[in-house]
């Protein structure tokens, strides 16, 4: 187990480390002088108390725990140097909810937490299990973090279902993503196992990873839909569960 250090010791070894050392261009890239001064921002507030180890390195952020007040969090940094982003502009544009950002990478991206903390919102009051969105601040989002001690809960991917639960499992999905649709109008837009967690108590799925989420006014909002659908089935099918796309599709959109 990592030890949870205070973010403002932290936050001064990351400057030192900074200026000597560019073995640690990643640290770097994920934690620029504007961020860090965004997570003292966050730990000012009583919100973090401290960083701790890193949970995952993405392909535009790093996800960290955090100690909070009085239980673990989960914080999502996208990083500003990120060079996938480019992507990020066909989600955002196309969303009315986003017609004023300016188009600077920055500013797209800081749109793109905003967007990702709504989206957890929005799921939330539809009934979807996701965690619970904390704070957000340019480029970072607090969360709740879904695990156990210091270890988050397994992606779909990693844990699997059992057999006997595997139907179970499914539906709860189907109706996840018909309930972001119906009442929350909302596509995930990114549906998987990877986007999946398994809370090990319930044996039910979490949804994460939503900050590519889009409202059914996106011009690809179908097109996202009907790819979360397929990913879902496809994975299912290998636990023997046989669904038609195009059923589920026209069974969500019915509603
Ligand atoms: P992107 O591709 O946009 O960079 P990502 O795939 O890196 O995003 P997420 O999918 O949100 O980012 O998170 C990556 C991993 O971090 C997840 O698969 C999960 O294991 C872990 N994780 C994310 N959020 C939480 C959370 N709230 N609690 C516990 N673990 C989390
Ligand atoms: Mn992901």
């Given amino acids: 187990t990592r030890k949870v250090e205070r973010i403002d010791t932290q936050v001064d070894e990351m400057r030192v480390r900074r200026k000597d050392s560019n073995a640690l261009k990643v640290i770097e890239n994920v934690f620029d002088d504007a961020t860090l001064k965004t997570l003292y921002t966050i730990s000012n507030k009583g919100i973090i108390k401290a960083l701790g180890g890193s949970i ?7 996800v960290f725990l955090a100690e909070g007040e009085d239980r673990n969090l989960a914080v999502k940094i996208y990083r500003i140097s990120s060079s996938t982003f480019n992507s990020m502009e066909e989600y955002i544009l196309g969303d009315p909810r986003f017609r004023n950002v300016r188009h600077s990478k920055r500013d ?12 957890l919102e929005r799921a939330i009051e539809a009934g979807v299990k996701v965690p619970v969105p904390i704070i957000s601040e340019r480029n970072v989002l607090v969360m709740e973090f879904m695990g156990e001690g210091e270890r988050s809960y397994p992606q779909l991917k990693e844990a699997g ?3 006997e639960n595997a139907r179970a499992f499914f539906d709860t999905i189907s109706k996840y993503i018909e309930l972001l649709y119906t009442k929350a109008n909302l596509v995930h837009g990114d549906l998987s196992e990877y986007n999946i967690l398994v ?7 979490i949804f ?4 590519q989420s889009v409202t059914l006014e ?6 996202f839909l009907r790819r979360d659908i397929e990913n879902i089935i496809r994975y ?13 599709y026209s069974t969500i959109r019915e509603i």
């Fill in 199 to 205: 809370d090990p108590h319930t044996q039910e799925p």
């Fill in 218 to 223: 996106h011009p690809k909002s179908q097109e």
């Fill in 236 to 248: 299912f099918k290998k636990y023997g569960i046989d669904a038609d796309p195009e059923k589920l």
């Fill in 161 to 163: 279902v059992n057999k």
């Fill in 208 to 211: 994460i990873d939503m900050g």
């Fill in 108 to 119: 797209i991206i800081f749109a793109w937490t905003k967007k990702e903390h709504r989206n």
């Fill in 56 to 62: 995952s390195t993405g392909k535009e952020a790093n």
